[in-house]
């Protein structure tokens, strides 16, 4: 599975057991990424570690 990072375009693999708000770093520009999305796979910026989170 893989999906790609929205920071630089870059198409990440994702293990085949990943769930949803699963962080994976993009192996190109080393940018947080959260798994927003399954089907299909999609990715978005993370917040920010220590950030109120304000689902
Ligand atoms: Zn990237």
């Given amino acids: 599975m893989t999906a790609t990072c929205p920071e630089c375009d870059a198409m990440i693999a994702l293990a085949a057991d990943v769930v949803e708000h699963e962080i994976v770093i993009c192996t190109d520009c080393a940018a947080e990424l959260e798994v927003i999305g399954l089907d299909p796979p999609a990715l978005a910026l993370a917040p ?8």
């Fill in 48 to 55: 920010e570690v220590g950030e109120d989170w304000g689902e």
